[in-house]
């Protein structure tokens, strides 16, 4: 088991993620292989000081090409856990302001 600074790896700062943040309220995450929901809600309300409504966890799976010569499947970029976070719509996490 992870304590609450493990669980939550990196954000993720993308497009879709920035509208996210804009429009819907929803911070994008990295998290931790066993992370759960309770973890991840715990987690960045304590460290955020933040009121989270809701948690979606999603496995994003690896991203695979073929060899041009072989044809082999080969795994360019690893699969990984990554969480939307929900907040309450008068609550802000401050490093997502810059993206804006």
Do not use: C, W
Request: hydrophobic residues 45%.
């Amino acid at each position: 088991m992870s304590t609450i600074y493990d669980i939550l790896r990196r954000p993720l700062v993308t497009e879709k993620s920035n509208y996210q943040v804009n429009k819907l309220h929803q911070f994008v995450f990295e998290v931790a292989d066993d992370a759960t929901r309770t973890l991840v809600k715990d987690a960045v309300e304590t460290l955020f000081d933040v009121s989270v409504v809701r948690v979606n966890i999603i496995n994003v799976p690896a991203k695979r090409s073929r060899r041009a010569r072989s044809r082999r499947v080969a795994v360019r970029q690893a699969g990984f856990k990554k969480a939307v976070v929900t907040l309450a719509p008068e609550d802000r996490i401050p490093f997502f302001e810059g993206v804006e």
